[in-house]
């Protein structure tokens, strides 16, 4: 069966660095667009940043252009989020999940890893 397991997450200061892992299994992982997604406190889903199955496109969020890097590692089925310079409302709980179709219709999430951001 399909799983997504994050792990990474943890409280940083801001202006820190973390990085996300999503170990992917049960699919043929290169197939799929995925996504990071993220829920702060008290409100919606965010979309964060997506990649493609060779890694040939990805996508941000303008928040945090220039700030995250998305990648994937097929060979261990696993995808990334590489977060830098870290602000106060980066903190959410960041959930990886897989798209089906590639534009944002997902039907796999994670667990989630929960990011907090405070000095």
């Known amino acids: 069966q399909v799983q997504l397991v994050e792990s990474g997450g943890g409280l940083v200061q801001p202006g820190g660095s973390l990085r996300l892992s999503c170990a992917a299994s049960?699919?043929?992982?290169?197939?799929?667009?995925m996504s990071w997604v993220r829920q702060a406190p008290g409100k919606g889903l965010e979309w964060v940043s997506d990649?493609?199955?060779?890694?040939?496109?990805?996508n941000y969020v303008d928040s945090v252009k220039g700030r995250f890097t998305i990648s994937r590692d097929n060979a261990k089925n696993t995808l990334y989020l590489q977060m830098t310079s870290l602000k106060a409302e980066d903190t959410a709980l960041y959930y990886c999940a897989r798209d089906l179709t590639g534009y944002g219709e997902y039907d796999y999430w994670g667990q989630g890893t929960q990011v907090a951001v405070s000095s």
């Open positions: 049960g699919f043929t992982f290169s197939s799929h667009y």
């Open positions: 990649i493609s199955g060779f890694s040939t496109k990805t």
